[in-house]
């Protein structure tokens, strides 16, 4: 069996980050995707860590020559914005940076870019995303990714974790780390009043242990084809 080797989009993320550190810890070839303009310290440690820094632009025919050229056995598709940052994008460049064109955008375009390549796609989509499509943009790029991916002919695996949560993000994100205290507290009482499915399919996970389970389902032959939900992405 040939070595396998990471193609990891969003790698300057929160989750991104810790599936590149991960996949080095564990000795696997890995190529973190920055967006050709990034200035992110993550470049020099993910160098450090002897990852492979690819700064491809995010235009079709680039991204497809890039995955060609040395194919890759997986690819993670690890990206997203936030409302917030969105705003800010649009703003400060002119250019569309919503959910529609950014989580979905440019996910399907690193989708389509792979042609006749068959790597395993790993998706990072979320919790609660519907099987009609929903009204909210969040939910509504994931849940068109996740048609893409059923439509097409790559092997993919969807995540959908809930809360990714932790001390360490960049931006500090107050609200998200407390939305996820008082879930989690709530969802504690759930659990001890016998409902633990909806507790470990709704309380929140650290960016370690998610990236843990993504290398996991990634690198697990029964997990191509599945969407792998939150229960089930908490590693220890
Ligand atoms: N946060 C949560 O609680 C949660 C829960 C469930 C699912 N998810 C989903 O999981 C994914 C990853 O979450 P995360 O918290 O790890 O993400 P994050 O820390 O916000 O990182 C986002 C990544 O996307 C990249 N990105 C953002 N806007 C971009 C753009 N316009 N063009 C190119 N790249 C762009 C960022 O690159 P730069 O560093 O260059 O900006 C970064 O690598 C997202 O899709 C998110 O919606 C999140």
Redesign the pocket.
């Known amino acids: 069996m040939t070595p396998p080797r990471f193609f990891i ?8 980050r810790e599936v590149v550190r991960l996949a080095r810890e564990r000795g696997i070839d890995t190529v973190a995707h ?2 050709p303009e ?1 200035k ?1 310290p ?1 470049a020099e440690r993910f160098e450090a860590l002897g990852a492979e820094i690819d700064r491809t632009p ?1 235009e079709a025919g680039a991204m497809a020559a890039t995955l060609h050229e040395r194919p890759p056995s997986h690819v993670f598709a ?5 409302k917030a ?2 705003r800010e ?1 649009s703003r400060a460049t002119g250019r569309d ?1 919503s959910y529609e ?3 979905f955008g ?1 996910t399907t375009l690193l989708h389509r870019a792979l042609g006749e390549l068959r790597p395993r796609f790993v998706y ?4 609660g995303v519907p099987d009609h499509e929903p009204r909210n943009a ?1 939910l509504r790029a ?1 849940y068109r990714v996740e048609r893409a991916l059923h439509e097409g002919t790559v092997p993919f695996t969807i995540a ?6 932790g001390p360490d ?3 500090a ?1 107050p609200g ?1 780390r407390a939305g ?1 205290r008082i879930i989690d507290g709530a969802l504690g009482l759930v659990g001890a009043l016998g409902g633990r499915k909806l507790r470990d399919r709704y309380r ?1 996970t650290s ?1 370690t242990q998610l990236a843990a389970a993504l290398i996991r389902i990634a690198l697990d032959p029964a997990c191509e084809g599945a969407v792998v939900e939150s229960e089930d992405l908490r590693e220890a």
């Open positions: 989009v969003g790698a300057t993320g929160f989750t991104g920055l967006r990034s992110s993550w995010w690890l990206l997203g914005t936030t940052r969105a994008e940076a064109s950014v989580d440019l990072l989509s979320s919790a969040y994931r959908r974790p809930s809360i990714i949560t993000r960049d931006d994100r998200e996820a929140s960016n």
